[in-house]
């Protein structure tokens, strides 16, 4: 079977150098394994996309000598597919609804806090982990974020150890077989009304459909991978490899991120910059 490798992208602002070793890992891992590169699109924030950041895609990948087969896939034109999935997961009584602002859960967690006197879990991106005691669903009307039941979830596993083979390095150095977490991630949300898909559940659905054998990604995104294999086993979806690799940090060792306006690929090109000129920089000569 020909491995299928995969660059996701969200087009929320223009790529970056981060994008550029992101891209090129991918593309060097497909060429070693002699496998097929597919490109996808995960525009499910529908507040942050733009049409002009979707083309940033394919203009910076296509200047930097990067090939994919066509045509992408566009997450926001597959939300029957992750809405299957949900439903899958709700007639398992797997999800719940959740109208707890951000702002709630703070003043909860804080609370526990106070009531326990140490601190509250948190989950691996730093939110307060829930379910917290004495919290249900918010006082808020309207439209419910789903939540998936992390205690229940797991429990619908099943007794089969879950966990994944790295063929890179997590941010402590994991590799090999590695176990996964999904508890210390709590009650994720799956689904809200603005975007109802969640990266999670969408980029599980999305690999399965696709037939992805290898994901290839950064190592912010490793401890999202026990969320991820939960995920794959309560939905019977297959498991793919995973090679985490390094992040490109800023001078002050912050990861490159778009919503720090860190300089993107096209600014480097109009100062003039060649493709090599960025490989040098990310050190994928």
């Given at each position: ?15 970056h150098l981060g994008h550029a070793l992101s ?210 086993r309560l939905l019977g979806l297959p498991a793919?490899a995973y090679r985490h690799h390094r992040l ?38």
């Amino acid at each position: 079977m020909t491995p299928v490798f995969r660059f996701a992208p969200s087009p929320t602002g223009r790529l970056h150098l981060g994008h550029a070793l992101s891209a090129a890992c991918v593309w060097r891992a497909a060429a070693e394994a002699r496998g097929r590169v597919l490109l996808r699109i995960e525009d499910i924030d529908p507040a942050r996309t733009k049409p002009e950041f979707v083309d940033g895609v394919f203009e910076d990948l296509a200047w930097l000598g990067f090939a994919w087969e066509e045509p992408p896939r566009r997450q926001s034109a597959h939300m029957a597919d992750y809405r299957r999935a949900l439903d899958a997961l709700e007639a398992r009584g797997l999800l719940y609804p959740c109208r707890l602002a951000r702002s709630e859960i703070a003043a909860a967690s804080a609370r526990a806090e106070a009531d326990l006197g140490r601190p509250w879990p948190r989950d691996p991106d730093g939110a307060p982990r829930l379910p917290v005691p004495g919290v249900a669903g918010g006082e808020r009307q309207g439209p419910a974020a789903l939540r998936l039941d992390m205690g229940a979830a797991i429990a619908a596993a099943g007794a089969e150890p879950l966990g994944w083979f790295e063929l890179g390095e997590g941010p402590a150095g994991e590799t090999g077989s590695v176990p996964a977490r999904p508890q210390d991630w709590g009650d994720v949300i799956l689904a809200r009304k603005d975007t109802p898909t969640s990266y999670h559940l969408a980029v599980v659905v999305d690999d399965a459909l696709q037939g992805v054998t290898h994901v290839v990604r950064g190592q912010d995104l490793f401890h999202a991978t026990s969320i991820h294999r939960l995920l794959q086993r309560l939905l019977g979806l297959p498991a793919p490899a995973y090679r985490h690799h390094r992040l490109m940090a800023d001078a002050d060792g912050l990861k490159l991120a778009k919503t720090r306006g860190s300089t993107s690929i096209a600014s480097l090109r109009a100062a003039g910059w060649t493709p090599d000129d960025v490989f040098a920089a990310i050190g994928a000569h």
